[in-house]
């Protein structure tokens, strides 16, 4: 099967779809598949997506190198491209699969939202409307998308995440405090002012908080000036993008994960953290339920109070405690979010479409 996998951008500074896209084209191409991967600002993956493809250059010229797809699977929404591959399986006819990646969740579709209104009411719908499937990574994600009068058909496949080879914790210095982390894009959808409210009414003793990741939008100056406002300096650090060695270190030092997101359509950041072994705190704009489920964390309304709570229950727990959730977290990944499973569940929905189109059974 010959698939061609869209997206945006592989710059890792884009966020989740960055890493998932190529990964997942990675582990198709593992399954058998031949791949290939376009983006359309041409940038390229942290590391290279095993036998898929790279291709660069415009998209008709990306379509020309690669050949004919059996099927198009893009990912994202509202941008130029998204627009001219929906015109394109058309004319076509191509299957085409398109993933939400958290586009349409409330938060995201009012961010910006006349121009997304505009757009919505211009091709966006119809366009969605035209697809062959719509791939959503939570049922919330489904949910919403249906609110939006879309109805389908749907698949709902989570995002995946590999355990890390060989990392083990490692040793805090002496007398040097624990960590709580955040780690992903500093933007106004992640809810950081709202973590440093949280984290002000609690001030534990012996933690810090270390805010990782690149900057958007100059919304760090806000979350800084937020820090300072409750004289957090000495215990709540900006840390400014982090990656490879430096983020894998920073995952394994760690004592414990926070994303307080208002949106999240999955949070891979999340999946990183249990996979490393650390408990988390995300709250219910993300669909982390199994949190509490297999109590590897907390799961709790994207307010500063509750989220404070949870900071309190997490650092007050003992490090034997902490280690246990984590233990369970990774477990979890290894049990539900393996790539190659993922892929497989993809290449089953694929198989589907192409072989209805083909009039066989």
Known sequence: M??????????RSHGGPAYSVPTLGAA?????ATVGLWCA??????????????????????IAAFG?????????????????????????????????????????????????????????RADLRSASLLHATSEAEERNARARGLDGPYCMIANGMDLPAGAPRLPRA???????????????VKGLPMLVDAWARVRPAGWELVIAGP????????????IAAHGLGGTVRLRGPVWNGEKRALLRSADLFVLPSYSENFGIAAAEALAHGLPVIATTGAPWQLLEEHRCGWWVAPEAEAIAT????????????????????????AERFRWDGIAARFLAQYRALTTRDLGES
């Open 174 to 188: 002496p007398g040097a405090p624990r960590t709580a982390l955040f780690l992903g894009r500093v933007y106004p």
């Open 310 to 333: 949870a900071i309190a229950a997490a650092t007050s727990a003992s490090d034997a405690e902490r280690a246990a959730m984590g233990d369970r977290g990774t477990a979890l990944i």
């Open 68 to 124: 004919r797809p059996d099927l198009i699977h893009d990912n994202g929404i509202w941008l130029p491209h998204n627009h001219r591959l929906a015109g394109l399986a058309r004319r076509l006819d191509i299957p085409r699969v398109v993933s939400l990646r958290g586009m349409l969740e409330p938060w995201a579709f009012n961010h910006k939202w006349l121009k997304k209104r505009i757009a919505w009411h211009l091709y966006q």
């Open 28 to 32: 198709l191409a593992r399954a058998g």
């Open 215 to 226: 900057d958007e939008a100059g919304h760090a100056a806000e979350v800084a000036a937020r």
């Open 2 to 11: 010959k698939l061609l996998l869209v997206s945006a951008s592989f710059d």
């Open 41 to 62: 600002d041409g940038a390229t993956p942290p590391e290279r997506p095993g036998d898929a493809a790279l291709l660069g250059g415009t998209l008709d010229e990306a």
